[in-house]
Each structure stands twice: as C-alpha cells, then as structure tokens.
C-alpha cells in the first residue's frame, strides 16, 4: 500500500503562484506513475496532471496547460505541481494520485490517494 501526503495549499489571489507537494511513501512501485486530482464544491473530480516517475512522459488538462508544471524527485519519491497564473476556477481540493506502470488520466486507474489539499483562490 501507498501512502500520499499532500501539502502546499493555501489562500492565495489571481495571478499568483503556489506550488503543491506531494510525497509517497511505503509500497511504491518499481515504475509507477503520479498525478494530481482536484474536486471543486458541487463538482466531480477532475484531471489535472500526470507524471511517470521513472520516464519522462506528462499529461495536462487542458485547462491548466501551459499555466501548471508536473516534475518530480525520484530520490526523495515526491511529485511537485507548480501552478502560476491562477484563476478563481482553480480554487478547488487538489488530491495526489499514485498508480503502478503509465501516466492515466482516469481516476478510476488510480488505487492510492492523498487526503487533499485546498487551494483557495481570490479575486
């Protein structure tokens, strides 16, 4: 079993930038892939990022797409989204997502998750 902790979130105004983390630890795999999630109030959970952690492939949605940036450490077993730019619809709990083998953008793809971190953004 996996297990994701997230950190970063916080409160910040449009236009502006943060940087969330998200670090694994216990089972992970040999090749295995993370993303990021994020649920908005009265929304359904929508892709973000994904990232292999052994490779160099990434995904976007392409809402964030050219404004968020997925890397990661594998050293450390920990994947990082840079978010600059942001708008008020990106407020939302943004939640790490960890699965064996290649970068989805499906959430069902993805057997451990995080517990979330909000990002508030403010006009």
């Known amino acids: 079993q996996v297990q994701l902790v997230e950190s970063g979130g916080g409160v910040v105004q449009a236009g502006a930038s943060l940087r969330l983390s998200c670090a694994a630890s216990?089972?992970?795999?040999?090749?295995?892939?993370m993303a990021w999630f994020r649920q908005a109030p009265g929304k359904e959970r929508e892709f973000v990022a994904a990232?292999?952690?052994?490779?160099?492939?990434?995904a976007y949605a392409d809402s964030v797409s050219g404004r968020f940036t997925i890397t990661s450490d594998n050293a450390k077993n920990t994947v990082y989204l840079q978010m600059n730019s942001l708008k008020l619809e990106d407020t939302a709990v943004y939640y790490c997502?960890?699965?064996?083998?290649?970068?989805?953008?499906?959430?069902?793809?993805?057997?451990?998750w995080g517990r979330g971190t909000q990002v508030t953004v403010s006009s």
């Open positions: 216990g089972r992970t795999f040999s090749n295995y892939a």
């Open positions: 997502a960890a699965r064996s083998w290649s970068v989805s953008t499906k959430s069902a793809d993805f057997g451990s």
């Open positions: 990232i292999s952690m052994y490779g160099s492939t990434t």
